[in-house]
């Protein structure tokens, strides 16, 4: 008999969390922001989902002149596009809650939350009104540390344009610390990742030729197809090597132009 | 009146000497033993449970089926408890998990129907008629509810059905963690391990979902349902398989038997029990 018996009740405890694996990945360019995720959704050994999103776009109406230019657009430039990963309940909740804020705060401009305009400006013109980059940093961490003793279990990211039209990328630990970055990966994959981002992104431990490492080669912006190739580059490979990654690859990109998603197959096993 | 006898109380110490608690392995006090004030009383485990639940999306609607038994532990206690509920009129909620959680879900279920009944008929045109959707997003929440405040009902649930309006079939999970998700075939427990490898190969995305037709999704679930009797213990024989089509709606049967079962491979196995070598 076990010397516990008797003496005291036996403890079980709820674990209320799970892993629900996958990767997410944003990049900032000069003039454009991407952020990227798998589309599995596993927990163990088991592949709950090949289809899942953990990337929103939350965005101001998209209006009828902005479909004609593009028909696949999906937001438009004032959008933020928010992405969790780690365990998706609390990854969903935390997405809902910031998208109740979002709609709020910009209601309390004074605009018009059907056609997400101001109803009226300075010059008598309808402008967008939507809420900054940095003030939606801001306010995650405020959603993320407001539960600091029982926290949401999930690496956020967010990417967008800042207030000059350059891209940027905000990533938080589960309890709301926060950085703006060039570029970050979080969940499963990052270990297998971020390395290769460093170097390729931030140009680390990359030296000029015939300098004898001594001196260090210049950070410059990547263009739009260097960055998405390194985003495909990134997802086949850690699909090779992490259980938990596969199946599909979503990509939202951001520009002056607004938020268009592109769709690729990645390996199912 | 306490049957316990430690709660009887007795003489003091100061009479007959310190009380031996290594006898019968007796608590060292009564509060301890003593029932409620110490235990918590969420659901920490389950305790009368249902296994599986398996679906799986086709052409113009879902197939649905899980058995209709309740274990307590190994025992097979309850033989006729149905584990699938119809909800408003296009949807068919499938429970795995604790029972009494399960019951408890259906009277909150049960009152989501009334209180839409009230507001909502023929007369206004069953605008606000619930859907699949309404109603799994309405437990999703409720189930991240429970388990944020570490008192979790301890169930899996797949909610399956078709949009009135839309006629679009619809099919997702939530378990007691909150953690949900969409896929043209979902299965919880045991089902997940086994039924899913088989379903997924009639269809592993919502396009080659959109080309089932009943039949073979209903010969999918069955053969699921055989291979979950042959292989999980805490599975029975008798089962109920609902069908819920746009053209045709709900089609329940709560008395199914799994058929064409082969034992033949029994006797070769070898290694267990009473046999010869």
Redesign the interface.
């Known amino acids: 008999?076990s010397p516990q018996?008797?003496?005291?009740?036996i403890q079980?405890?709820?674990n209320?969390?799970?892993d629900?694996g996958g990767t997410l990945l944003g990049i900032a360019g000069e003039d454009f922001a991407i952020l990227a995720s798998d589309t599995r959704?596993s927990?163990d050994y088991?592949i709950?989902?090949?289809?899942?999103h953990k990337i929103k776009v939350i965005s101001p109406p998209v209006t009828k002149e902005m479909k004609l230019e593009s028909t696949d657009i999906v937001g438009t430039k004032n959008s933020v596009l928010f992405g969790t990963n780690g365990?998706?309940?609390d990854g969903?909740?935390l997405t809902k809650a910031f998208e109740e804020n979002w709609k709020w705060y910009v209601h309390d401009q004074n605009s018009n939350v059907e056609t997400g305009f101001e109803f009226l400006n300075e010059n008598n013109e309808e402008k967008e009104s939507f809420m900054s980059m940095q003030s939606a940093a801001r306010n995650v961490q405020h959603l993320l540390y407001g539960k600091r003793f029982?926290p949401y279990y999930v690496h956020t990211i967010l990417a967008g344009l800042d207030e000059e039209g350059k891209g940027c990328v905000y990533s938080f630990d589960p309890v709301g610390s926060y950085e703006r970055e060039q570029c970050r990966v979080g969940g499963a994959g990052a270990s297998l990742i971020m390395p290769f981002l460093d170097n390729q992104v931030n140009f680390k431990n990359q030296y000029i030729p015939g300098t004898n490492s001594t001196e260090r080669r210049k950070i410059e912006y990547l263009s739009l197809d260097e960055c998405l190739k390194l985003v495909k580059d990134a997802f086949t490979s850690v699909t090779e090597r992490h259980i938990t990654v596969g199946d599909g690859l979503e990509i939202f990109i951001i520009d002056k132009n607004g938020v268009r998603s592109e769709y690729h197959a990645l390996k199912?096993d | 009146m306490n049957h316990d006898p430690y709660s009887w109380g007795r003489p003091s110490d100061a009479m007959y000497g310190q009380y031996n608690?290594a006898i019968?392995?007796?608590?060292?006090t009564l509060e301890?033993h003593s029932s409620g004030s110490?235990?918590n009383e969420?659901?920490?485990?389950p305790i009368v449970t249902g296994t599986s639940v398996i679906a799986i999306k086709y052409k113009t609607g879902v197939v649905i089926a899980a058995d209709n038994l309740a274990s307590y532990g190994s025992l097979l206690r309850f033989q006729g408890i149905e584990r699938l509920h119809k909800v408003g009129k296009t949807t068919v909620v499938g429970i795995s998990g604790d029972v009494s959680d399960m019951q408890h879900l259906l009277t909150i279920l049960d009152q989501l129907e009334m209180e839409n009944n009230y507001d909502n008929d023929e007369y206004s045109d069953n605008v606000d008629e619930l859907q699949p959707s309404y109603i799994f997003e309405y437990l999703a929440n409720l189930m991240?509810h429970r388990?944020?405040k570490?008192n979790?009902l301890w169930n899996a649930l797949i909610v399956s059905g078709v949009d009135s309006k839309t006629g679009k079939p619809f099919l997702e999970?939530v378990n007691l963690?909150?953690?949900?998700?969409?896929?043209p075939s979902i299965a919880t427990g045991f089902g997940?391990?086994l039924a899913?490898p088989l379903l997924r190969k009639l269809a592993?995305?919502?396009e080659e979902a959109a080309e089932l037709t009943l039949e073979q999704a209903k010969k999918g679930i069955k053969d699921s349902m055989k291979v979950l009797f042959y292989r999980d213990t805490r599975s029975s024989k008798n089962y109920s398989l609902a069908v819920i089509d746009k053209d045709t709606g709900i089609a329940y049967d709560n008395n199914v038997d799994v058929e064409d079962m082969s034992w033949k491979f029994a006797k070769d196995i070898t290694g267990y029990g009473t046999q010869r070598v």
């Open positions: 008999m018996h008797g003496s005291q009740p079980h405890q709820f209320p969390y799970s629900n959704q927990v088991s709950n989902t090949r289809l899942s365990f998706s309940a969903d909740a029982f199912k | 608690n019968a392995n007796a608590p060292n301890h110490n235990f969420n659901t920490t485990r991240y388990r944020s570490m979790p999970y963690l909150g953690v949900k998700y969409a896929s997940s391990h899913i592993d995305s919502e």
